[in-house]
DNA sequence: GCCTATTATATAGATGTCTATATTTATACG
DNA sequence: CGTATAAATATAGACATCTATATAATAGGC
């Protein structure tokens, strides 16, 4: 089941070497956990939904809103090849549409399908339980801290580029 | 430059939509930071290293030892794989040997060269910086704290799976 | 009006990651 | 001893992501 890390004197401890700097530990430490959480996420949608597909239609279903590719691709924080390739995964499933405009023919709009809304209702019903049990098994945990660190962080590493 | 996100009241906000659970929030932050720390690093290394290689380099040679490929694998937390793709990168640039093993020959040891060596002290040196600034731009932030927090949320996705 | 610059999207090629499976070698048991 | 199981690595096929570049269409300047 757990393949990658039996030893639990590994799993236990903090990631990274001992000496490396505390910030790239805490670099290292994300990068596990985006992959890990990738992946347990995908796992709990067998219905074939991936993250980057679920974000998309979360996005637009949330906002109740038709966007185009390049104003998903900044919303999601992405790069627009990216985001194209997503939606078309999407459209290949029919779970989005896309609306040419008539205005400007470069544009297309996603939209959502209705296959489209009911694959992400259950992904959400699906994920929540996930969710509500790492949040208890975290009680001292103060997310909405963490939170608020990680956004100057993301903020911060974004602003170099 | 900033092809993502020209839109500063996105670019300054918490990543994620205003209804999602906090948590949820949270790892949608952790993976653009990843996202963003990887591509950072490999902009930094003009050498051609990626962070999955450098990891691996910068393990071996701070151990200061010679590991198999599915040691390395669990050490860093990633498949199996996954590792034998990326050994297999650094073998092509010469920056690691194997090693056959004469008492087991299904096992492969890796061992950094000396080309490695010097790539991973170029590599530590290019990315000091940028970890001094991070630092420098978050004054107030307690990255031991977080660094705790997300060794124990990792430890809890790690054991759902 | 025409040529140029900008914008929106698509394509190509690379990396990393995963799961599932194949291959090779070692170990264990009847 | 021979067969079956286990272990280490490799291969195949999917995704997501990136950068660089191509294509198409709009907008602007002379």
Chains 1, 2 share one sequence.
Do not use: C
Request: proline residues 5%; charged residues 25%; aromatic residues 4%.
């Amino acid at each position: 089941m757990n393949d990658k890390n039996d030893d639990l004197s590994s799993a236990e401890a903090e990631a990274g070497l001992p000496g490396d700097p505390v910030l790239f530990k805490v670099l290292t430490e994300i990068s596990i956990i985006s992959n890990l959480a990738d992946r347990e996420f995908e796992r709990l949608m067998p219905g074939g939904l991936t993250l980057a597909q679920f974000g998309v239609l979360n996005h637009l279903l949330r906002l109740g809103v038709q966007q185009t590719i390049g104003e998903i691709a900044s919303a999601m924080q992405v790069a627009q090849p990216s985001m194209s390739s997503t939606v078309k995964k999407l459209t290949e499933k029919n779970y989005v549409d896309l609306i040419p405009d008539t205005e400007d023919r470069r544009v297309k709009r996603v939209k959502v399908t209705p296959a489209g809304r009911a694959a992400r209702d259950r992904a959400v019903k699906a994920v929540a339980p996930g969710l509500a049990a790492l949040k208890d098994g975290t009680p001292g945990a103060d997310w909405k801290a963490m939170l608020g660190e990680l956004t100057r962080l993301r903020i911060l590493i974004d602003s170099v580029r």
